[in-house]
């Protein structure tokens, strides 16, 4: 197929030819006008400049000495940048800056190359003040009939081109000094001694405080495709950041982190960047991660991330490594119109030996050593949509594929099988060795304990024992929903299982590292049968505390009643079942005739109804035995006198000095004496060994929780309904 020719008449070509010659002409005499202007130009910029920093932010700009050194390249001398009242945060001796032109017609400033010699940044806190606060300061223009909201995803485009656009293809440092000063405690200096880019290879050497260490920022960075592949390190050492340690009390170190920028464009609507971020021997050590040091070999993620209108998020086509396993994590935070949180995590199924030798170094001790063979595969959802948190949704699922132990680990899981010693801990500090097996006389099996107590406990603590694996998700689901709704941790969604392994088999230290082990052991022991429930519940019932230094029903019923653990009462058991989530206030719940307080009473008719209907007691409109529950005759004359009430309601609950001062009987006898009524080297051998000599100790902490009783039965009856 052929064209058609088209014949241009001559005179509309020379025409064309004229027109475009003209506006040359015209461009070239604009030029020329601009070139032979621009440092006039170039000086009533700079000093709009400089008046804007002032109005805006307070910020006293002073250049020295400054001019065109090229087509688009200005030098700049003695430069300063001091914020109003503050000490001075930059000064510079020499810089040049070149822009790119041709985005420079379209009101883009692209710099094209960078010279720096001998600058210093300096970042000063004081208290509450800083040299960087100025960035708050800014004046917002009036607009009041602005109603649209900010998009997200517009502004993270802006802004990564922003930054994108400022990173030079061509850089030479020389001498860059960083200084942190932090209320004169905390000192971090960085020396930039070189740092270039050229033809996109970056290259850098940073000294670290007076040469203590040497970094290393090195790569290949291409703005104008926005990619860049940078490799952070130390010569001969591991990266190490004392400042977090003098300041957050937080050891980290590293060999290498690497960051991959490999695109960044609309994706629909949305604004997506795709990248990855990977580390070596990462090492966190913090009190409230971990009492030891926490290594992480090798991980790596290969992230999406999605920025909408109204939401961050983390694609689910991401993927972290970490060593040879690996899974898929989903986060979304939704800014508006209400808050939405999102979390869900998915690992394929893949080898059980490979996800547990995955496990950083040092966040499982007691695992340690553990073989085991077969598959696994995890799923967790997590939804919360802060204008209606009691729609929560969370389910989290370990699904095992011909799985099993091949060999345990540093700890004996199954130790609980037979007779073992139990150590309670106090404030960290062992209390005592109690034996649990027959040596022990208060030690009692549980075909000998009474069903009334075992009713009420599980009950109260753990209602779906018997036929869960460890976990009951809307327990924690609920526990989710409470804590948000009083924006601070007010109740668990522990299991027994959970409470057992976790006064059996690990350290007393609050961490997060306990607690993922924790769940771990517990998912082992209840999947693999490792452990009866019948014999984790006796064990459970022998170790509970129950009081000061009161462990177990055996020492708490003979204790309190002067009983064996077969012969309580309904009554008896549900007040047995209501002191374990708070055992040291149980004196506290007495009157003085050893009868038991009013206040108490709604929690027995509460309880008994639950387990009335449940089928686990006879129905009673009397109390279900509350009447009927006296304190041992031979404690009754250590408790306060029934005039000396507290007011719940009068003191700050978390304040140590809001607690009165009250006053035990007979101050003229010693502790030991009113407890038993003999001097102490009269005290029989069996007293000694349950400790009652501490039982009755009235701290400022025993008030407050005294005072909180109320308020917990409360919550307690929520918990109930799990």
Known sequence: MHLPKINIPKKYIKAGAWVIGILLVALIILGSVAYSKREALLQKMMAKAIKKANDNYGLDVKIGKAGFSGLATVDMKDISVVPKDRDTLTTISDLSVGVKLFPLLFGNVNVAELKLDNGKLNVVLKDSLTNL?????????????????????????????????????????????????????????????????????????????????????????????????????????????????????????????????????????????????????????????????????????????????????????????????????????????????????????????????????????????????????????????????????????????????????????????????????????????????????????????????????????????????????????????????????????????MQLVKNVFLSRNKTLARKAEEILIVWLIENNRLVSKQRMLEVYFNIIEMGRNIYGIGEASRQYFGKSPSELNIGEGIFLANIVPNPKIAMFKFQGDGSLKEYMLPYFRYMGRIMARRGLTPADTSGYGFYNVRLREGLRQYLLPDSAKVDTTAFDPDSEASAPPVKMQDESKSLFDRLFGRSRKDKDSTSRNLGVEDTLKKSKKDLRRERREKRRLEKEKEKLTN
Do not use: C
Request: proline share 4%; charged share 25%.
């Open 133 to 497: 606060d100025f960035i708050l300061k800014r004046k917002k223009k009036d607009n009041p009939d602005k109603t649209t909201k900010t998009d997200l995803s517009e502004l993270a485009h802006d802004l990564l081109n922003q930054v994108l656009d400022k990173i030079p293809e061509d850089m030479e440092m020389k001498n860059l000094l960083f200084t942190l000063n932090d209320n004169d405690t905390a000192k971090v200096t960085l020396l930039t001694t070189t740092a270039t880019i050229d033809d996109g290879d970056l290259k850098s050497t940073i000294l670290v405080n007076n040469n203590e260490s040497t970094w290393h920022v090195n790569g290949k960075i291409k703005p104008s495709k926005q990619q860049m592949d940078v490799l952070f390190f130390a010569d001969n050492k591991k990266v190490e950041l004392p400042y977090l340690e003098n300041k957050l009390h937080a050891k980290i170190s590293f060999d290498t982190i690497r960051t991959e920028l490999k695109n960044a464009d609309y994706s629909g609507d949305n604004f997506k960047i795709t990248g990855s971020w990977s580390i070596q021997n990462l090492l966190i050590n913090h009190p409230k991660i971990a009492a030891n040091d926490i290594i992480v070999k090798n991980a790596k993620i290969d992230a999406d991330l999605m920025v909408g209108s109204n939401f961050v998020a983390l694609d689910s086509s991401s993927t972290v490594f970490l060593k040879d396993a690996s899974f898929h994590p989903y986060l979304k935070y939704t800014l508006s119109p209400d808050k939405i949180y999102e979390v869900k995590i998915h690992a394929d199924e893949q080898d059980a030996q490979a996800m547990i030798n995955a496990f950083p170094v040092g966040l499982f001790e007691s695992l340690e050593g553990l073989q085991v063979k077969g598959k696994v595969k995890y799923d967790l959802n997590f939804y919360l949509d802060s204008s209606t948190p009691d729609s929560l949704r969370f389910n989290s699922t370990l699904t095992p594929y011909d799985f099993k132990i091949v060999k345990l680990g540093k700890t004996d899981l199954q130790k609980i099988n037979n007779v073992f010693v139990y150590t309670p801990y106090e404030k960290g500090k062992p209390m005592r060795d109690i034996t649990i097996g027959p040596s022990n006389p208060n030690y009692t099996p549980l075909s000998e304990i009474s069903s009334n107590f075992k009713n009420a406990l599980l009950t109260s603590e753990d209602p779906s024992f018997f036929t869960h694996h460890g976990f009951v998700e809307e327990s924690i689901r609920k526990s989710f929903v409470i804590n948000f709704k009083k924006k601070k941790f007010v109740r668990g969604g522990s299991t027994i299982s």
